[in-house]
């Protein structure tokens, strides 16, 4: 569905059209949340780049086999192709496939394509966070996005049973030098970007806890290299600090991050004010079904959540339905919870078998060889079923319908964003304006959700369409700056001659024609 206004900006496009080397011209770029692809630019002997993630296959499987009719060379990447090449070529009319990043096969392929000889797979691997490619955001269109995408950190060391990023990216955090980092940050306040999201898996990839135990294993070599990592946050964020006093950070953090008060400190410096938290369960049982006991569950989870606070740092809480331990109770437990830990923002999904993780592989696995089967499909392959067809969910649970899951989760969206409580949690802003725009960012957050599956019907998922589409397009003004064209890079020296990371130290014990990509 094309919206014409987008939240965030895909930022594969971009370090795509990074990866291109300069002699191909720059890319004409495509995302299709914007604007549907008109087939009609495209050309034969053109290489058209398709990113795909499980959500949006299907659709990128027509645009591809589309593509491939008018004569281009049809190249996908990203995390679904990486973990079902096949299905491209099966489904996408692919001649190519990368698997892994793209950021230094890209140029690879497209000479390949030139010399009408690509290959069938790319291993595009597990790039060095050295040779990340910095984002060309001066191709990006004027008044598209509210929030721009950066990324710092990729990778993250933990292992949860519904995530595919620790074994798709990897367990070894993979992280930017602040240079690279930086200069696309300044890039994009010139162009009147103050919001920025740090794409990370995990802005906190070293813990405290981490640090302590290679420690006590008496192994220098990992002490070093973890204060090495987290030394290089510090001074990220230090760098950060010094940007024009009106940007926003928002990124992805597991709670650990509570135990570490000046790390909260350094990213409030910072003006991280957001973080999305993986709380997924309340309860022990809950975080032990899902690899997750680092987490914290109880008074404990109130009190972590309520420090993200207290060093003014906003959390958006991520909670998941339907794992086996969940009874009826848990839902208005969990809602409960989230208001009393004083999460500013919160989401609330259903379990999903991702494909790439333990979650899945386990559901597949117990269903046997003789799957069940929607308009010929087997329902391990779902993201391949009509979206109409499509059950909204697949993994059974022991106690509770997949219908009083979905409306139990429904009503524990409407109460935690219904208009009295987020008039009340409003209250974190500085005056009215600032209070109104909480009320209406809130509201489209919640209608968004409602599109991805939570809606029940058609005629209510329209509706909402129909919101998010009109508040999309209010909030983005919202969004808006003036343009920095003059603004410098915050100067690293300064940055580090200071102090800090002294704390920090004491802290650590303790002959083609066009090329397109489209999204
Ligand atoms: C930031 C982020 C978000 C942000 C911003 C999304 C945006 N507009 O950019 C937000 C919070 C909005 C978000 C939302 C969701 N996300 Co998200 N998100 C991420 C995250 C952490 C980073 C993505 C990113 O920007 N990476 C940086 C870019 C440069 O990397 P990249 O996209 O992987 O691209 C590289 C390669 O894959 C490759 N490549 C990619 N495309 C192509 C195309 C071609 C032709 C080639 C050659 C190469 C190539 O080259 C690139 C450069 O190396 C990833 C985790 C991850 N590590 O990927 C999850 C992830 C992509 N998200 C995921 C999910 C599930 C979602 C949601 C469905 C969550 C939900 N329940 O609502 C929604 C869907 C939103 C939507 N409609 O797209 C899953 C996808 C799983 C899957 N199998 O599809 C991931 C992998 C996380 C996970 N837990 O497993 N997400
Ligand atoms: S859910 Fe978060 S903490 Fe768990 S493996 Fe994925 S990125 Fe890491």
């Not at 958006?316 to 919870?337: N, Q």
């Amino acid at each position: 569905m094309s919206f014409g206004t987008a939240v965030i900006t895909p930022r594969w496009l971009y370090v795509l059209a990074a990866a291109t080397p300069t002699e191909f011209g720059d890319p004409s770029i495509w995302d299709e949340t914007l604007e549907q692809i008109d087939p009609q630019q495209i050309q034969p002997g053109d290489t058209v780049g398709i990113g795909i993630h499980t959500g949006n296959a299907l659709r990128g499987y027509a645009v591809g086999r589309l593509m491939r009719e008018r004569g281009a060379w049809v190249v996908f990447g990203g995390i679904h192709p990486s973990l079902y090449p096949e299905e491209a070529f099966e489904r996408g009319g692919a001649h190519a496939v990368v698997k892994g990043d793209g950021d230094i096969a890209w140029g690879r392929v497209l000479a390949d394509c030139a010399a009408q000889a690509p290959l069938r797979i790319y291993e595009g691997g597990r790039v060095d966070a050295n040779e990340f490619k910095t984002a060309r955001w001066d191709l990006m269109p004027d008044n598209a996005y509210m929030w721009a995408s950066v990324q710092t950190v990729r990778g993250c060391a933990k292992h949860c049973s519904f995530c595919s990023v620790w074994r798709t990216d990897g367990q070894k955090p993979r992280q930017r030098p602040s240079d690279p980092v930086l200069e696309e940050i300044v890039a994009l306040r010139r162009k009147g970007f103050r919001f920025i999201a740090l794409a990370d898996d995990n802005f906190y990839p070293v813990s405290l806890t981490d640090i302590a135990l290679a420690e006590r294993q008496n192994n220098t070599a990992r002490v070093e290299q973890l204060q090495s990592i987290r030394r290089e946050r510090f001074e990220l964020m230090e760098r950060l600090a010094e940007l024009p006093t009106d940007m926003i950070f928002f990124t992805q953090i597991t709670m650990e991050a509570a135990e570490d008060p000046k790390f909260l400190d350094a990213m409030r410096k910072a003006r991280i004010k957001g973080a999305l938290v993986g709380v997924e369960a309340v309860t022990a049982e809950g975080l032990k079904a899902v690899y997750k006991d680092f987490n914290c569950s109880g008074d404990n989870l109130i009190e972590r959540l309520q420090t993200f606070r207290t060093h003014g740092v906003h959390v958006l809480g991520s909670f998941i339905f339907g794992l086996p331990t969940d009874r009826p109770d848990t839902f208005a437990a969990t809602c409960g919870l989230a208001e009393k830990a004083g999460v500013t923002f919160a989401q609330f999904v259903m379990l999903t078998p991702f494909c790439g993780t333990v979650d899945f592989e386990r559901w597949e696995k117990s269903l046997g060889p003789d799957v069940v089967k929607i308009a010929g499909i087997p329902i391990t392959r779902y993201w391949l079923i009509p979206p109409e067809l499509r059950p909204k969910m697949f993994m059974p649970h022991p106690t509770m319908s997949s219908d009083e899951m979905r409306e139990r989760t429904q009503g524990v969206w409407d109460r935690f964003y219904n208009m009295s409580n987020i008039w009340k949690r409003s209250r974190c802003t500085p005056n009215l304006k600032a209070r109104l725009a909480f009320i209406f960012i809130s509201k489209l957050y919640r209608q968004m959700y409602a599109t991805t599956g939570i809606a029940t019907d058609s005629a209510r998922k329209s509706r909402a369409n129909r919101w998010a589409r009109r508040l999309a397009k209010l909030c983005r003004r919202l969004f808006q700056a003036n343009r920095m064209p003059e603004l410098r890079m915050p100067e690293r020296a300064a940055a580090l001659s200071r102090t800090p990371s002294a704390g920090v130290e004491q802290n650590a014990f303790n002959g083609q024609k066009t090329l397109k990509v489209i999204g």
